[in-house]
């Protein structure tokens, strides 16, 4: 448990310290999800929701915002875990070679990537409802909540695979540009096809717009998402595995506490430093 809090804090801390994130949090949010409520017009329009075949009323810049503010979690999250693991990797096979135990490093990615979805998924819930009032804004934060952890952890398997920064940065946006882009009832004629219900978020957009717009709540959708972050959250296991699996393999046990050690012989400057 020690050391699962050590690993976590430093894990926090490095999420902090990641500025470009932390200004998309404060800046990027509220702007996509007030040019959604600005710039597309508030007629009321009727679309049908996928997942149960109700039709549903929403005006068009509410039902934009939705679809922004899922686009804003997704990047948001998905570019920090992703910066966060691609700048450690180095890091990570050091502690695991010393000794550290991977499952800990690992948790606390994960806790990590918890905090960072539940602190955006909530702030961009509460820049919604200062233009409307969603019908159930906790199952919409959840709902943001959920797809954000999926991308999280899509971000933690290209940030332990992709050799470059800039090729995993590309695929996180375009992966949800790509994904949310076809599940928007008012842009696309195709939101409704079976090849969307395959997409990442598929779940959550399903369960974001019931919240918003009815007193349904779709735990179906809720769970899809969460098979799909249970399958990404496999994948960055293996994946981080496979990262570490030299700095494991064919070492030996690092020496338990209070093993005699070796002294150095003489006694100078250039001894005291290896001792």
């Known amino acids: ?3 699962f809090v050590l690993a976590t804090r430093f894990a926090a801390v490095e999420q902090v310290r990641n500025q470009f994130a932390m200004a998309l949090v404060i800046l990027f949010v509220p ?3 007030s040019l959604g409520q600005f710039m597309i017009v508030d007629v009321r329009v009727s679309f049908r929701l996928w997942a149960t ?3 549903l009323i929403a005006a068009g810049n509410e039902l934009t915002q939705i679809s922004g503010a899922l686009n804003a979690v997704t990047l948001i999250v998905g570019f920090a875990m992703f910066s966060a693991t691609f700048s450690s990797g180095t890091f990570d096979r050091r502690l695991a070679m010393a000794g550290y135990p991977r499952p800990q490093l690992l948790l606390a990615k994960v806790a990590s990537l918890i905090l960072a979805s539940a602190v955006v998924s909530g702030y961009a819930t509460a820049v919604m409802c200062v233009y409307w009032s969603p019908r159930q804004p906790g199952v919409l934060a959840l709902s943001l909540f959920s797809a954000a952890m999926t991308y999280g952890t899509v971000g ?3 940030g332990t695979v992709v050799r470059r920064e800039l090729e995993g940065t590309f695929l996180i946006v375009m992966i949800s540009v790509i994904d949310l882009a076809l599940q928007n009832p008012i842009a696309s004629k195709g939101a409704g096809s079976a090849m969307v219900r395959l997409l990442p978020s598929y779940g959550a ?3 974001a717009s019931a919240a918003g717009f ?3 709540v779709l735990l179906s959708c809720l769970g899809v998402q969460l098979a799909w972050f249970t ?4 994948l960055s296991l293996l994946a981080f595995r496979w990262r570490t699996r030299s700095a494991v393999t064919g070492q030996s046990p690092p020496p338990t506490q209070g093993a005699p050690c070796s002294l150095p012989t003489a006694r100078g400057p250039e001894s005291t430093i290896r001792n």
């Open 231 to 234: 399958g990404a959250a496999a």
């Open 156 to 158: 933690v398997v290209l």
């Open 31 to 33: 702007l996509w999800i």
């Open 214 to 216: 009815s007193h349904s």
């Open 53 to 55: 075949g109700q039709n």
């Open 205 to 207: 957009m399903q369960s």
């Open 1 to 3: 448990m020690a050391r």
